[in-house]
């Protein structure tokens, strides 16, 4: 029992130095392409994470949706763009913009840390077999959760004649 | 295990926020709004485990649902404006307060 939490809490840091290092290079690369590609590798892994807590159906979700559909969108976006280096903005004081934000960030996270590791949230981790399960999710979702669901259709339906309408060339 | 999770969530969302105000590359701004939702739905799932309750796997269902919508209408954006500008600039688009004629 000891030995099983020692090892998920070595794949948690391993998984989190990798979430956190990419998503560094993410908002650090200058071409767009570069930050696509190493942000797949942070939702990769934060799906990981997700397995990690026994989410299994939100695994399966976050790598099919999110590193599947929409990451594959993006590529596909710049791919089909065509961008060339001077179609990128020159940002000059790139390094120290992102330097002055950290500075103006840090405050902030700091405090919620601080409160994160003053606080005395229980650790009851749950060993529930069906927990995190397709059936699971299913049933709250379809029981306490009706009306969110169908805003959420409505709200998909938008986004389609939203995206329609914009890009359909206006002569 | 929890305190991990929360603290590395935190982390995340401040990496997302930072590259949100100072980047501007249309694309690298989008992805850290993407960056940001993830954070959250990392803490949601989090907290879920904990309390035994599936409450939380829903509502970051829900958000990848939303996410999945801003995708696409970002993308649409993207292409419009690109094809009315030729640049990926954040600063350039700014058709609604410009008070010269573009």
Do not use: C
């Not at chain 1, 650790?123 to 959760?145: A, C, H, R």
């Not at chain 2, 929890?2 to 100072?22: E, H, N, R």
């Amino acid at each position: 029992m000891r030995s099983i939490a020692l090892q998920n809490e070595i794949i948690f840091l391993i998984l989190a130095v990798l979430a956190v290092v990419s998503s560094i290079v993410m908002i650090t690369a200058h071409r767009p392409i570069d930050s696509a590609l190493s942000f797949i590798v942070t939702l990769i892994s934060i799906a990981a994470l997700f397995g990690l807590v026994n989410a299994t159906f939100l695994f399966v979700v976050q790598i099919i949706i999110y590193a599947g559909a929409i990451l594959t969108l993006i590529l596909f976006i710049i791919m089909f763009l065509n961008i060339k280096d001077e179609n990128l903005p020159d940002e000059k004081y790139k390094n120290l913009w992102l330097l002055g934000t950290t500075l103006l960030i840090l405050p902030f996270s700091a405090i919620l840390i601080h409160l994160i590791l003053k606080s005395d949230i229980a650790l009851n981790s749950v060993t529930d077999e069906s927990f995190g399960t397709i059936k699971d999710v299913g049933l709250t979702l379809y029981s306490q959760w009706v009306l969110p669901f169908e805003l959420v259709s409505v709200l998909l339906l938008v986004a389609l004649v939203g995206s329609v309408t914009l890009s359909k060339r206006n002569d | 295990m929890l305190k991990a999770y929360m603290i590395l969530s935190i982390i995340l969302f401040s990496i997302g926020m930072v590259g949100l105000i100072s980047r501007r590359n249309i694309i690298v701004i989008y992805m850290s709004i993407e960056l940001l939702l993830n954070a959250v739905n990392l803490s949601l799932i989090a907290i879920s485990g904990d309390l035994g309750d599936s409450s939380g796997h829903v509502m970051s269902l829900i958000i990848i649902a939303i996410a999945a919508a801003e995708a696409a209408l970002f993308m649409s954006l993207f292409v419009v404006l690109f094809r009315k500008k030729g640049s990926l600039d954040a600063n350039i688009f700014d058709l609604l307060g410009s008070k010269y004629e573009s």
